[in-house]
């Protein structure tokens, strides 16, 4: 039965219309690969409006000013998400197919309840700070301050892999900014924007425009938000090299990017290492929304004297891990979003062989999943450190082992070895040791021994080619912030 959240529409100025030109575009469950339905598929027509609506809005309401009014909205639309989760969870599962046990955590429950904590943090935060009396030329005193600002219109363009986290870490903070939003989601996964977008129209006080959702699958209409001169600032989640386009398009007026980009991360188990616990920590990691995340640990290092024992661990663990149906609790791994993506990953696997590695696990479609795009947990072994399976983002449930001779030193070396820097974690029987070798690898989160940093009020985000800036958090939230210095002499 479908849900609430299936809705064709788009939201732009506060209306749900149809796209421009009456065109929509099929939504494919990659568990059955059955069209589910369709979406408006937004024209540059449909987004030049958005834009519109987004401007005039901020410019001319009073949204920018009113702190109250944005925590009173953000909460109207917590509670609506509350209230309508059983559908939204389904169509989630359904349409991205996510395993339903992780919508009781980072593809629901965690990222709704961080809008809580964004309203509240709306009304206490220090949106002006004192900075005293300074004497100036010719007698008397000026007195300063700072003031924070929102930006302006933000253009958010997410991705399908967790869509509601992710449009939701957008959201939530421009809102609270006080800023006004049009969002672009991928067209892999419309319905969970169209859904904010459907409850934002009819189940908030959001003032119109505030909020707009133009769904497309025309690439020219993410271009068009990205380079028109009366957005102020895109935020975006994706690859690298989407990043690197992005960045190119806003450079035109030099407006602000945020970039949340790709990984590679290593989890490194030192030579003290309990490997059953290396060997369940990868395989949560590869097999967790099957591999398709950008903080996903695909790369397990271990000391060469263990690493036949490790890789046996690693193996062994795998073989009797659940997986298939996203709708049965007991699977955390589902299929991949398309067949091309399904083709990507095994090409990259193919690739892995050729340049030397060898399969240990896996390495192709499942025989008794003959429907869906699902790939088996796959694991690679003897691959060199540069090889490409081991430097380029996979986005499926594969994992490169690779071992590393010598002290926890060339263990972090190769887990720098990497043009990204998002995520990481090490294992060891040393708090000590575990912590000083997480301080030396440059990424922007880390765990040891099992530690989760997840959470909305934690900054996320990466070094070098992993993005720009920080999303979640109260870093997260001043990515939306101008600060103005002001001085009045007395």
């Given amino acids: 039965m479908p849900g609430t959240g299936r809705t064709e529409r788009l939201l732009i100025n506060g209306q749900l219309v149809p796209s421009t030109d009456g065109g929509t575009f099929a939504n494919i469950n990659p568990a059955t690969e059955e069209t589910l339905g369709v979406t408006a598929n937004g024209t540059t027509t449909d987004m030049d409006a958005a834009i519109g609506a987004a401007r005039s809005a901020f410019d001319r309401t009073a949204w920018r000013t009113d702190h109250a009014l944005r925590a009173h909205c953000l909460r109207q639309l917590q509670q609506a998400l509350v209230k309508n989760a059983a559908e939204l969870r389904a169509d989630l599962v359904d349409e991205i197919g996510t395993p339903i046990t992780l919508t009781n955590g980072p593809q629901f429950d965690t990222p709704v309840e961080g809008i809580g904590w964004v309203a509240d943090l709306a009304e206490s935060y220090a949106w002006e700070v004192d900075l005293g009396d300074v004497p100036r030329a010719g007698g008397g005193s000026s007195h300063r301050w700072l003031r924070r600002e929102p930006i302006g219109v933000v253009g958010a363009i997410t991705p399908w892999n967790f869509p509601t986290q992710i449009n939701l870490a957008k959201i939530g903070p421009a809102l609270a900014a006080g800023c006004t939003v049009v969002l672009k989601p991928a067209p892999d996964s419309p319905w969970a924007a169209t859904a904010l977008g459907r409850i934002a129209a009819e189940e908030t006080e959001l003032p119109a425009g505030v909020l707009n959702v133009v769904a497309s699958s025309r690439h020219e209409v993410g271009q068009h938000l990205v380079k028109d001169p009366r957005v102020d600032m895109v935020s975006l989640t994706g690859s690298t090299a989407t990043g690197r386009a992005v960045m190119t398009a806003a450079a035109g007026d030099l407006k602000k990017v945020f970039l949340e980009l ?50 046996e661990a690693l193996v062994e663990t795998l073989r009797g891990w659940p997986y298939g149906d996203p709708k049965d609790p007991a699977n955390l791994m589902g299929p991949l979003i398309s067949k091309r993506q399904r083709e990507r990953v095994l090409g990259y696997v193919d690739k892995g062989v050729a340049e030397g590695g060898r399969i240990a696990l896996g390495g192709g479609i499942p025989r008794d999943l003959p429907k869906g795009w699902f790939v088996e947990p796959t694991v690679l072994i003897d691959v060199d450190e540069n090889d490409t399976v081991a430097q380029e983002e996979i986005f499926g449930p594969v994992i490169c082992v690779l071992p590393y001779d010598g002290d926890d030193t060339e263990a972090v ?57 920080r999303e979640s958090g109260v870093a997260g939230f001043e990515e939306y912030l101008e600060i103005k210095a002001m001085a009045e002499g007395i």
């Fill in 413 to 469: 070396r190769m887990a720098n070895n990497s043009a990204y820097g998002l995520s990481g974690a090490v294992i060891s029987e040393s708090a000590e040791r575990g912590r000083a070798a997480a301080e030396c690898m440059r990424v922007g989160t880390v765990s040891i021994n099992g530690g989760n940093f997840y959470n909305f009020d934690v900054p996320f985000g990466g070094y070098r080619q992993s993005g720009i800036g």
């Fill in 262 to 311: 790709g990984g590679k991360s290593a989890l490194v188990a030192l030579d003290d290492a309990d490997l059953a616990m290396a060997a369940i920590t990868a395989a949560f990691h590869i097999t967790t929304h099957a591999g398709q995340g950008c903080a996903v640990l695909t790369r397990l290092l271990l000391p060469r004297a263990k690493y036949d024992e490790g890789v």
